[in-house]
């Protein structure tokens, strides 16, 4: 997941090369691993991680529920009875919820995601200006390097060769490190003050299934 959120932002942050005229200077940035040894993208994933475990185990709570109403249904009930379709009807009304649950919970998640990129995006950028401007810089590009190993396909090494912004650069004109060290200190410094990051946590509650009322006697 690290690596998702270390490759989306980099593509956002990406700018096309831009050549200035006259002595405008110019720096680059590696984004990606800017991205990756940032600590809020760990700590992030960690508390992702957590909510992912929690639903999972409150998924697996109503599955294990539906399986044993429905065992329930089957031997204890004739088929055709009201009370063998007023049962049915709650098992279904489970298997619903469960779906439900499932959906809502995972756009949770899904929209939790955009928005912490969109936050590591906000400090990466706000970073890089600050550092830029200490060091007289006037435009700075996104810069990466191919990886290590090339991946097996040939369409996925043309794909990182495209994503290429900047070809060479010298590396006094990296500020990447500088970035890293200014934007971790910070975060270390203010994650205590502002307190930890939260993620909304699952309000669902799986539902008990509902008891039939025992029949009258005569």
Not at 38 to 53: G, I, M
Not at 136 to 159: F, M, N, Y
Not at 177 to 206: C, F, H, M, W
Request: glycine share 4%; no cysteine.
């Amino acid at each position: 997941m690290i690596r998702r959120l270390t490759y989306a932002v980099a593509l956002v942050l990406a700018v096309g090369p831009q050549f200035a005229r006259g002595s405008t200077k110019v720096a680059v940035v590696n984004v990606g691993a800017v991205s990756e040894k940032y600590a809020k993208t760990a700590d992030l994933e960690a508390q992702f991680d957590a909510v992912r475990r929690k639903l999972n185990l409150e998924r697996d709570s109503m599955k294990e529920k539906i399986e044993k109403a429905n065992r329930s249904l089957q031997e204890e009930l004739k088929p055709g009875t009201d009370e063998f379709r007023a049962r049915r009807k709650q098992v279904a009304l489970m298997e619903a919820e469960l779906q439900w649950f499932v959906e809502s919970e995972g756009q949770k998640v899904e929209k939790g995601l955009a928005d912490s990129l969109r936050s590591i995006f906000d400090d990466i950028h706000a970073v890089v200006r600050e550092v830029a401007q200490e060091k007289g810089v006037e435009i700075v590009l996104a810069s990466d390097k191919l990886p290590a190993e090339s991946p097996d396909s040939p369409t996925q090494v043309r794909q990182h060769i495209l994503l290429q912004k900047v070809l060479f650069w010298s590396p006094s004109l990296d500020l990447t490190e500088d970035v890293i060290t200014k934007l971790n200190a910070r975060y270390k410094t203010a994650t205590p003050a502002a307190g930890p990051i939260t993620i909304d946590s699952p309000q669902i509650k799986p539902k008990e299934p509902a008891q039939s009322a025992p029949p009258k006697k005569p």
